[in-house]
């Protein structure tokens, strides 16, 4: 009896040491795996493969509106590619909501801002998405500056109806 | 001295209970070759899915998950019913027949190698179970998949839910920030992970739920980017994106118009769809400010509750 709980003694004493090692092992890991997201999020392919990009409250409307991805740029991608939101189009995304925001911030900006986003909107070349979104904007720029609705024929029915989803 | 073999007992009772719970619950099994970090980011879209508060809003949904209302626990069962197995990226696809030989350079796994996920690709994730199914269906056989880490897996079913991502799925959406981590992201990897599990579904004709060619002066014309069913895997993740919108308590405008903007580029691969356009933001806009538009007027629809026709959905059960 005495043996038998000798040896359960020193049998617990090893499993607590070694609960107690995989405790700060588990630990370490858990510190690892928390932190990984933040290192991995870093747009190693954005960074490294795009240009330093001018933020869009400092640039050029018209160039950067002859820069918007067209149905061209679609054609050129994979099949695989397009099978989510091509990079390209996601980037003009980021991009169109950024300028919306600081014209948000900056209503002073809402004028210029109307004009960038009829002419997007009008573009055919454009992807239907964005001319979408910068249809709702314009529309919507328009009520709040002159309160009226802009609702011209330049603008096909499927992107004004596109832009409806949003 | 019982006394002390008692405590003993139950120290080592309870150390054995500590040692065999898992580290951390998992919904979805991983292959070996899915980095933590990756598994990590799933399980946290899984759980912010599961701390969506209250019901959800979305009368396709409802239809879809078979409940008049519906929440984030439907959404979750939903899911994982379809997408279950997860590979990674460098996964190389090994496919056998029951009880016969490894296949090698079939044609109707092209789609599923590794070579079609270079590190140039931008291809978030696929869901390569329902091919499989279906490959074999055409065969009148069953394939086997080996999951490195996982074992064989039987594909008899399009709900196999074998999965792989890629490190694209994880990036930051937005250039300015380094945080892959927030809501943001978590509603857009999901929705991506509802639109692949619609891949699990149908049958006969519908198996998979395949996109069709997108028409002549569509953005993405010539491509197999485009569904002909309101019901398709576009739809799914376009009204799931919507629904988590809706309720993110912590996203910015900015952040919201983003999602908007991925949700636009899906609606318009929806080639049937007609929606309710009097619910709009956009229509509700106009009309506060006492103005009437042409975009804004309804029309009949084919199927009002669903917007379009319709697809069987239904996954199918092998004979």
């Known amino acids: 009896m005495k043996r038998l709980s000798a040896a359960l003694f020193a049998l617990t004493l090893v499993v607590l040491a070694v609960l107690v090692m995989s405790h700060v092992r588990t630990k370490n890991v858990s510190v690892q795996v928390s932190a990984a997201p933040e290192a991995v999020a870093s747009p190693q392919t954005r960074t490294q493969s795009a240009p330093v990009e001018i933020p869009v409250q400092e640039r050029n409307l018209d160039d950067w509106m002859e820069k918007l991805p067209t149905k061209s740029d679609l054609q050129k991608l994979s099949d695989a590619e397009v099978h989510t939101m091509p990079t390209a189009v996601a980037h003009a995304a980021e991009d169109l909501a950024a300028y919306a925001e600081t014209v948000r911030q900056e209503p002073s900006r809402r004028r210029e801002a109307l004009e960038f986003f009829k002419g997007c909107a009008q573009r055919d070349a454009v992807i239907d998405s964005l001319r979408a979104y910068c249809f709702a904007k314009a529309v919507t720029l328009q009520l709040e500056l002159k309160g009226q609705v802009w609702d011209p024929e330049s603008v096909p029915k499927n992107i004004k109806e596109l832009a409806t989803q949003l | ?319």
């Open chain 2, 1 to 319: 001295m019982g006394g002390f073999v008692g405590i003993s007992v139950r120290v080592l009772i309870i150390a054995a209970i500590v040692c065999l719970r898992p580290s951390f619950s998992h919904a979805f099994s991983y292959a070996n070759d899915v980095p933590s970090y990756q598994q990590w980011m799933m399980e946290s879209d899984l759980k912010y899915l599961e701390r969506v508060p209250g019901t959800l809003s979305s009368p396709f949904l409802a239809q879809i998950m078979k409940h008049q209302e519906f929440g984030a626990g439907h959404l979750l069962a939903w899911l994982e019913g379809r997408m279950k197995i997860i590979t990674g990226a460098a996964f190389r696809l090994n496919v056998s027949v029951v009880g016969g030989e490894s296949v090698q350079e079939e044609e109707d796994f092209a789609f599923a190698q590794t070579d079609a996920v270079d590190s140039r690709s931008k291809v978030l994730l696929t869901n390569f179970g329902g091919p499989i199914y279906a490959a074999g269906k055409r065969r009148n056989l069953f394939y086997q998949v080996e999951v490195p880490g996982i074992g064989n897996v039987l594909v008899d079913s399009p709900r196999v839910g074998l999965v792989r991502v890629t490190d694209a799925l994880f990036e930051s959406i937005r250039s300015r920030s380094r945080k892959a981590d927030d809501s943001l992201h978590a509603i857009f990897r999901l929705h991506n992970y509802f639109h692949e599990a619609r891949h699990s579904d149908g049958n006969g004709e519908s198996l998979t739920m395949p996109h069709v060619q997108c028409p002549e002066g569509h953005p993405y014309a010539g491509r197999y980017a485009c569904d002909y069913p309101v019901n398709g895997a576009y739809r799914v993740g376009s009204e799931v994106l919507s629904a988590l919108v809706n309720k993110c308590t912590d996203c910015s405008q900015e952040e919201k118009d983003i999602l908007g903007l991925f949700r636009l580029d899906e609606v318009s691969r929806i080639l049937n769809l007609t929606t309710n356009k009097e619910e709009s933001e956009l229509c509700k806009t106009i009309r506060e400010w006492g103005r009437t538009a042409s975009f804004c007027a309804q029309e009949a629809n084919e199927d009002p509750s669903l917007g379009g026709p319709v697809w069987d959905d239904k996954g199918e059960v092998a004979k």
